[in-house]
């Protein structure tokens, strides 16, 4: 049988009319629910047409194969531009063969129809094997529909092959189901609070909601051996996720129609669109973007706690770890708690009535690092609106918060007590920030969930067996009160919930009435104040040459105490590493480092000159002992290099630069390249020369790559060290072994002269398709002459775009600038670049100053136009 062509132009008209009409309803009544409901309708009659003409002209024919919807399709939730998932079912071996020429041509007609079909093939007995490395097949057969064909062959999987199979493999398929959720949790950092999430995959979102319910399903098809009836969950449950459901059903829908396709990724700019046009909130006030995805975080927050419960719950579904100690995880326990199963349940169910009990039962769990039972949050829940009439207050709070923080996990208590509601009821200061999406393309996490991993990454420096967090682990043990810290770290963000405000300052208001409230002593008080109010300062210093002792005496002044010191190095370790998983490279790691290490040094100085060595010293003896014969020769090579010189790079580095300038004799141009953990490490030795940093870069950028540091250095000598850091935006190094010859051949042959840069520029530029601005960054620069004895400081904020490095360092040079240290810092799409500046071999002068400023504007503002 063949479909005939008038069939075909029926379908796609057909498929193309009721598609637009769907849309248009959608766009009229933000109804998700009734969308997927006719899409699928729509899809079904397409499927059924196609059959009578192509397979069989009789529905329920031919005997023996049948047309199985399964997967999303077998739900009934066939999104806009979903995959359409298919299983064509026989009855025995050699029915496909029977069966392939007709089963092609259908799905060939469905392909034509530029449908995104997903078909698979299965005789009835293998869908009743289950296999471990594939669940996937069998936990889509739950959602299995009929759909066209042999009726009793379908009734024969559905009725009694599928219960029978999930009855006999219900602990395996649970694991499955556990194992690859955790991993897709770990994969998102196990938190809903994304500022960019994706409706599907993100914890709290449309997956989870179906791993609820076939954890639950595959449950009670294992105890039963039968379909259910009706949900096993408990009532208040079932109506959170029924809402968080037609939430999420809208919201996909509104992406595929705004796509154009299947993308789930809430991007900023679709939260703005779905706030203004109400998606899944239609009886709500007008709606900013923050707003909305407060609503958005409400309901996957919801989905997500329900998923944990389950996981936690059927002992199937442990991992490996948790089975490994359940009888450790099952010991702890008091009069007023008893732990089942790594579960935490209250000996009395009135006893929440006290708030103390309340504060001693999230204490309880952040020292044991238990989670609640499904029955104690419910009892939680139920004593929230008493607790709310008159929240404890005062130091017997600040008594139990601060036993709270300072256990080791009192991250996951926090995130239970935020989930629950509780912990803006006790800390009401909190509230502005609560679910808060703060648009800068640097931070990953909302502004609450920032703050808890923060206090989050403190905690598990003991576990870590990274060697820079082995250090700041033995810091967090020296503090007195490392109580402080954690408040700190809880409130030093709060004020990015005042909007148009200088968030420190607001954060510094906030924080202080939260200590009022919590009767903190003076002392304590002005050590949490002074945190906050610093907490960008350490931040700030690492784009000044941390290794100049002006720039750490002013910084160690400012800290006033080695014990304030050491507690705002790790606030800021902590800051930054809560910023994405990224955000603190090794290199930053030991800059903080650093910076900490001068400024106790300079604090102590008067007390132990050597608290914590002296670096310059030791990389003297070090290089001695790995040239003792050519002591001369480092010494003339090392005279004139700033101390950061020594400081930056290692005795190693060191031999090895001059190593490299020993061959100018040879090749005027040294050039190393060297691949790292994260990015390329490009070193340049060669004699001073005009423009060199500039052209440099320039190459740089030519060939497509991404500068995110640098350090440039000469000597008394003449001899320039340039080292830069860069990522490979293209692969083009990675995939190609034999350009890194031709990428350094093309370094040389620029800076002598046989290689014509601006063509290589304009030849880039033209090829490059330019990225959308997702944050606009405010162009900022600014000089400084106080923080240098010897240069100006130039400190050049603005938009990364390609070729900003190499424009900026350009301009300085057409302007006789030398430039003495170059450090450079990326965040997001905020370039941070910082330059020591000479000219003549003294600082700028106030009119040079200003024609460089307005030199730059007018550069930044031609990149900006893309010229």
């Given at each position: ?58 529905e329920a024919g031919p005997h023996g194969i049948t047309l199985v919807a399964t997967g999303g399709f077998g739900r009934g939730w066939l999104f806009p531009y979903s995959d359409i998932d298919l299983l064509f079912l026989y009855a025995e071996r050699g029915g496909e063969e029977k069966h392939k020429q007709a089963t092609q041509r259908f799905s060939q007609e469905l392909w034509d129809l530029k449908l995104k079909l ?750």
């Open positions: 049988m063949t479909a005939t062509s008038s069939l075909i132009g029926e379908l796609r008209s057909t498929l193309s009319e009721e598609s637009a009409q769907i849309a248009g309803e959608f766009a009229s009544t933000g109804d998700g629910r009734n969308a997927v409901s006719q899409r699928t309708r729509l899809i079904d009659e397409i499927l059924k047409r196609l059959w009578r003409d192509l397979v069989s002209s009789d997903s078909p698979a093939s299965r005789i009835l007995s293998e869908c009743d094997r289950f296999d471990p490395t594939n669940p996937e097949f069998t936990i889509s057969l739950l959602d299995c529909r009929y759909l066209v064909g042999d009726r009793e062959l379908f009734a024969r999987l559905h009725d009694k092959l599928i219960p029978k199979l999930v009855m006999r493999e219900s602990k395996s398929l649970l694991q499955g189901v556990a194992e690859v959720t955790r991993e897709r949790h770990a994969k998102f950092g196990q938190t809903v609070f994304h500022l960019e999430p994706n409706l599907k995959e993100t914890p709290g979102g449309l997956r989870d909601y179906n791993v609820a319910a076939w954890l639950t399903l595959i449950s009670t098809l294992g105890k039963l051996g039968d379909w259910p009836v009706g949900s096993s969950l408990r009532a208040p449950v079932r109506r959170q996720l029924d809402a968080a459901l037609e939430f999420l059903m809208a919201t996909r829908c509104f992406l595929h129609f705004r796509h154009g396709r299947d993308d789930n990724s809430l991007s900023w700019e679709a939260q703005d669109e779905a706030a203004a046009r109400k998606i899944g909130a239609s009886d709500s006030a007008d709606l900013t973007a923050a707003d909305w995805m407060r609503i958005y975080f409400g309901h996957a927050r919801a989905v997500q706690r329900t998923v944990i419960q389950l996981l936690e719950e059927l002992p199937e579904a442990w991992s490996s770890l948790r089975r490994q100690f359940q009888g450790w995880k099952s010991r702890p326990s008091s009069p007023d708690f008893s732990v089942v199963d790594g579960l935490i349940f209250l000996q009395q169910s009135s006893s929440l009535q006290d708030p103390e009990m309340l504060l001693r039962l999230f204490h309880f769990m952040a020292h044991h690092g238990l989670k609640l039972s499904a029955t104690t949050e419910h009892r939680i829940e139920q004593a929230l609106p008493a607790l709310a009439v008159t929240p404890p207050r005062g130091a017997e709070l600040w008594l139990y918060l601060q036993e709270t923080l300072l256990q080791p996990h009192a991250a996951e208590a926090l995130r239970a007590m935020h989930s629950l509601r509780l912990l803006t009821l006790l800390l009401p200061e909190l509230k502005p920030i609560d679910s808060l999406v703060v648009r800068d393309f640097y931070h990953r996490f909302t502004v609450d969930e920032h703050s808890i991993l923060a206090i989050e990454s403190l905690h598990r420096l003991n576990q870590s067996q990274s060697e820079w967090d082995k250090r700041y682990a033995e810091l967090l043990a020296e503090l007195e009160d490392p109580e402080l810290l954690y408040l700190a770290l809880l409130l030093h963000d709060t004020g990015k919930g005042v909007p148009g405000s200088n968030h420190v300052e607001a954060s510094l208001e906030i924080a202080g009435r939260c200590l009022d409230r919590l009767d903190v002593e003076p002392g304590e008080r002005a050590a949490v104040l002074f945190l906050i109010g610093n907490h960008l300062e350490m931040s700030a210093q690492l784009r000044r040459d941390i290794f100049d002792p002006e720039t750490v005496a002013v910084f160690a002044e400012k800290m006033g105490t080695p014990e304030r010191l050491k507690m705002l190095c790790l606030l800021t370790y902590a800051d930054i590493k809560a910023v994405n998983p990224e955000a603190l490279t090794p290199w930053k790691a030991e800059n903080v480092w650093q910076l900490y290490i001068g400024a106790a040094n300079y604090l102590n100085r008067s007390a132990d000159h050597r608290v914590h060595g002296e670096a310059y010293d030791e990389k003297w003896t070090r290089l001695r002992s790995l040239a003792p014969v050519t002591g001369a020769k480092l010494k003339e090579f090392v005279e004139g290099f700033p101390q950061r010189y020594l400081h930056v790079h290692s005795a190693e580095e060191v031999m090895r630069h001059m190593s490299m300038a020993e061959e100018f004799g040879h090749d005027p141009v040294q050039v190393d390249l060297d691949r790292g953990r994260h990015w390329y490490e490009l070193t340049l030795v060669t004699k001073d020369r005009p423009s060199l940093f500039a052209t440099l870069t320039g190459v740089l950028a030519a060939w497509g790559m991404n500068i995110v540091k640098a350090n440039a250095f000469s000597n008394q000598a003449g001899t320039v060290v340039d080292t830069i850091y860069f990522t490979d935006r293209f692969r083009t190094l990675e995939l190609n072994l034999s350009e890194w010859e031709r990428f350094k051949q093309s370094i040389t042959g620029v800076l002598a002269g046989a290689a014509d840069l601006d063509r290589m520029l304009r030849d880039r530029h033209r090829s490059e398709k330019h990225a959308r601005v997702k944050v606009v960054v405010e162009t900022r620069i600014d000089f400084d002459d106080e923080c240098s004895s010897t240069s100006t400081l130039l400190q050049v904020i603005a938009q990364d775009r390609p070729r900003l490095l190499h424009r900026i360092s350009s301009c300085l040079s057409q302007h006789s600038c030398n430039i003495v240290i170059a450090l450079i810092d990326t965040e997001g799409q905020m370039a941070i670049d910082t330059f020591y500046l000479t000219s003549g071999g003294k600082k700028l002068t106030a009119e040079l100053q200003k024609k460089v400023q307005k030199a730059l504007v007018d550069e930044l503002k031609t990149l900006e136009l893309g010229q």
